[in-house]
């Protein structure tokens, strides 16, 4: 689809990560042959070495960075500026992730829903991971006991058959954002989001609910009729210094929307607890 971008900040550890952003390129490549990708080298491969891995996929690269890795938000968030800047028309943005394989149809099912639903500033699609979770509807329950990752037609059929009609409450990568607004909300706000992970999701989700107004009760939503698989290996958990740079963007979580912005995030993520916990330690310092 012409007026789809895919991005990732694309960050390798191994050979194990190469494999699996391999299975992840054929795949969106035979669902969306001739694609655009803004992907922002974080790491593993210099540049020419990723422009050698990715030249035999049907797809259009724009290749960002320069093998360092800067963080998700910061990598992020120059990829949508890098579409903003350079692909001015393009109409919806989408985030990827290299432990992902998509079904055929799965993005252009997302688009004919934010064009039905003009007022969505962002839609998802359930996932299954490699746990054999389904989200969001199923967190922590073993609902599938044999994946057939990555044999492609297998995996189709079962992400097929996973499917329906309805809209659920929730979010999950991947997601499909409708450019305008995610520009009008200034996508990941790095001046907070200073640590390489954690809470930029919170960040963008806070700008969204309060663009739409809190009069809407405006949540995240999970357009059910489609569903990828994200294996969500949590790949940059195993970095150093993760919990340091948690704390770094939870503290500019804070700094950016308040007690307030929290308090809105327990009216998200209903079921998590989390966000109650912080706001009890950070009233308990006053």
Known sequence: MRYVVHTI??????????TLADICFRSLANSSPGASVVLYNQGFLTNGELREFLKDYQLRFHIIGEGKNVGIAQGRMACFQYIWSYLPNIKYISEIHVDMFFPKGWVKALVDFMDENKDEPMICPGILTSRGELHPEDKGKRAITEIPFPDPTKMSSLLFNLTSDKVLEGFVHPVLHRSEVLQAVDGYDTRFLKGKQGYEDDSLLLGYRYYIGLKNNWKPKCFMGVRVYHATLAQ?????????EFDKNLQGLVYQYGVKGLQELTQIYKDNQHFKMVIEHLLGQI
């Open 9 to 18: 900040p694309f960050l390798t550890r191994n050979e194990d990560d190469l």
């Open 236 to 244: 940059r958990t195993s970095l150093d210094n993760i919990q340091q």
